[in-house]
């Protein structure tokens, strides 16, 4: 009988050390909640997915990863927020984000949802790295917790007007803005960088962003001959755009900046274009250095989610884990301590490149691409250093 009392004695100790232990190991662990917000939802919604899955990836990356922050191992969790593209939404979800003390936010996806959103996180002391937003303003407000992994608009359109001008040899552009605070800004430093080059802009018009029957302002701008027409603004009109054209006979290019410079353009206008038709601009170039790392990512992304991944994808899969190496340099996930390292990062080695922040949160001299579509698929026709 003493025999199993002590046995089960044993037991009981035995039983209570593994508990505390668990208990210790908790609390140990460290739990660093990274917010999302992307448009997962209405015409957006394909990158907005594409952007969701990269920062996902990266999160399931740094977790096996077994990353400790300080002394502590940490569990990350996206905390992934749908906005629809939407300015009020947007607010809403950011809010939503502040409310759960989200140790940092990736996002929002477009310039009209993370201008209003900007001002709660800074608030909040909350650091924010948009992956996509290119409005100019964005890292203009003097808010010190707002970054991003793209050009602004200024670069972009620029680049894209001398281009247009200066390779291209277009003498005659459209331009279609969605007043959106991505659409309209693009298509008023486009239109300046035409001027400035010396060819004409034969007109100016306006569309709604959720519009998607131009035949009534194609017809009008068919009698004034442009040689291309800029599209100020995303994809989901950009798409229906291209089929009208096509039905009525307008051969003229069409010109864009990165919102619509995605795979997703071809498919969308059952693919209206004709190879070489479309030129548009992203962030980026070649680096044969970082190709076979960028192969085995796609690789990697097609078996996880079973699709390709979109750039954007790429861009929020850096933007985690800028955020990730900033809050081990501090040596915490505290906002207020990881801070300043994050904006002190020099030449960290992301999959989009080489990724340095200047004072107001901007990329350092960040490249530029030109692409084409030729058979349904994207090519590259050449590229820039901004300075």
């Not at 927020?81 to 939404?89: I, K, L, S």
Request: with cysteine; charged share 20%.
């Amino acid at each position: 009988m003493r025999s199993l009392s002590t046995f089960v004695a044993t037991l009981q100790v035995c039983a209570l050390a593994l508990a505390m232990q668990a208990a210790c190991s908790a609390q140990d662990l460290l739990t660093v909640r990274i917010g999302l917000v992307a448009p997962t939802s209405g015409a957006l919604a394909a990158t907005g997915w594409a952007n969701q899955r990269g920062a996902q990836f990266a999160i399931d990356e740094v977790n096996a990863q077994r990353l400790k922050i300080g002394d502590r191992r940490a569990n990350f969790e996206l905390l992934a927020e749908d906005d629809a593209g939407d300015p009020r939404q947007g607010t809403s979800v950011a809010q939503k984000l502040v409310d759960a003390k989200v140790n940092g936010v990736v996002g929002h996806q477009t310039s009209g949802s993370t201008l209003p959103a900007s001002r709660l996180y800074s608030e909040a002391g909350i650091p924010q790295i948009t992956p996509s937003s290119t409005a100019p303003k964005f890292t203009r407000q003097g808010f010190q917790t707002a970054f991003r992994l793209a050009p602004d608009d200024d670069a972009i359109a620029s680049a894209l007007a001398m281009y247009a001008v200066k390779e291209l040899k277009l003498k005659r552009i459209a331009i279609v803005d969605d007043r959106t605070a991505y659409g309209h800004g693009i298509s008023e430093i486009f239109s300046k960088g035409v001027s400035d080059a010396g060819s004409t802009i034969v007109s100016h018009d306006y569309v709604n962003d959720k519009a998607f029957d131009f035949t009534a302002l194609l017809t009008t701008l068919k009698a004034k001959k442009p040689e291309a027409i800029f599209v100020g603004g995303m994809y989901s009109i950009a798409a229906p755009m291209l089929r009208q054209m096509k039905q009525l006979g307008i051969t003229a290019r069409m010109l864009g900046g990165d919102g619509i410079c995605l795979e997703d353009l071809v498919k969308l206008s059952n693919g209206s274009a004709y190879d070489g038709q479309v030129i548009c601009v992203e962030a980026g170039g070649p680096n044969k250095a970082k190709q076979d790392r960028l192969d085995t990512f796609r690789a990697a992304f097609r078996k996880k989610f079973g699709t390709d991944p979109e750039p954007v994808s790429m861009y929020s899969y850096d933007a985690v884990w800028v955020m990730v190496d900033s809050m081990r340099k501090a040596g915490s996930a505290d906002p207020k301590l990881y801070l300043s390292a994050l904006a002190k990062t020099q030449g960290y080695s992301g999959l989009s490149g080489s990724i340095s922040f200047d004072a107001k949160g901007d990329l350092l001299h960040p490249s530029i691409s030109f692409y084409t579509f030729r058979g349904g698929t994207r090519e590259q026709v050449g590229a820039v250093q901004m300075r």
